[in-house]
């Protein structure tokens, strides 16, 4: 079956920075968009960072800048790195795999981030 497995999230201080990896299996990983979601105590949850089977990346307006998404598809890895850091970038972040022409939608079980002094 699809398993997501995220890591790589805690506890950091503003200005901090922090590395997440998503780690897939039981998926064609090249051919999927993949993409970085995070979920706020009390909101929505967002679209951060999007990587697609291409290679063409997008970001939340939030996040430019101070993120970067990238993928590995021959250890089947996607990464986020968070830069520059800020307390409203707390939540919990979701790795999401998508191939929307086959009406595929997986998501991992997310991994919290804690940006606070």
């Known amino acids: 079956q699809v398993q997501l497995v995220e890591s790589g999230g805690g506890l950091v201080q503003p200005g901090g920075s922090l590395s997440l990896s998503c780690a897939a299996s039981g998926i064609i990983f090249s051919i999927f968009d993949w993409g970085w979601y995070r979920q706020a105590p009390g909101k929505q949850r967002e679209l951060v960072a999007l990587?697609?089977?291409?290679?063409?990346?997008n970001y939340a307006d939030s996040v430019k800048g101070r993120f970067t998404i990238s993928r590995a598809n021959a250890e089947r890895l996607v990464y986020l790195r968070m830069n520059s850091l800020e307390p409203e970038d707390t939540g919990v972040y979701y790795c999401?795999?998508?191939?929307?022409?086959?009406?595929?939608?997986?998501w991992g079980q997310g991994t919290q981030v804690t940006v606070s002094s």
């Open positions: 990587i697609t089977a291409g290679g063409h990346t």
């Open positions: 999401n795999a998508q191939k929307k022409s086959r009406g595929y939608d997986f």
